[in-house]
Nanobody
């Protein structure tokens, strides 16, 4: 089992920044690809970003490329999502997820999930 706890969400004005954190516990953190997904009200959960177990490779959804940066600190069992140039379309609940060894952009491929953290961007 892997337990994931997100933090760092909140209310921010358009153009602002937030950094989300996801603390992991349980099985060996650096065996897992870590990813962020988001879900807006009434919409399906969508891929935001993922990072390989080593941190050497990152992957981004088209809507966040150039604005968001995913990173991880395996010594702290934590993954981060730095979000810059936020706009109201980024408003959603953001979820941290873990998948063993390989990445995927489909949420159903991830075995472990956090409880989510709300990000609201006002115009």
């Amino acid at each position: 089992q892997v337990q994931l706890v997100e933090s760092g969400g909140g209310l921010v004005q358009a153009g602002g920044s937030l950094r989300l954190s996801c603390a992991a516990s349980g099985r060996t953190f650096n065996n897992y690809v870590m990813a962020w997904f988001r879900q807006a009200p009434g919409k399906e959960r969508k891929f935001v970003a993922a990072i390989s177990w080593s941190g050497g490779s990152t992957f981004y959804g088209d809507s966040v490329k150039g604005r968001f940066t995913i990173s991880r600190d395996n010594a702290k069992n934590t993954v981060y999502l730095q979000m810059n140039s936020l706009n109201p379309e980024d408003t959603a609940v953001y979820y941290c997820a873990a998948r063993y060894r390989t990445w995927d952009l489909h949420s159903y491929e991830y075995s472990y999930w956090g409880q989510g953290t709300q990000v609201t961007v006002s115009s």
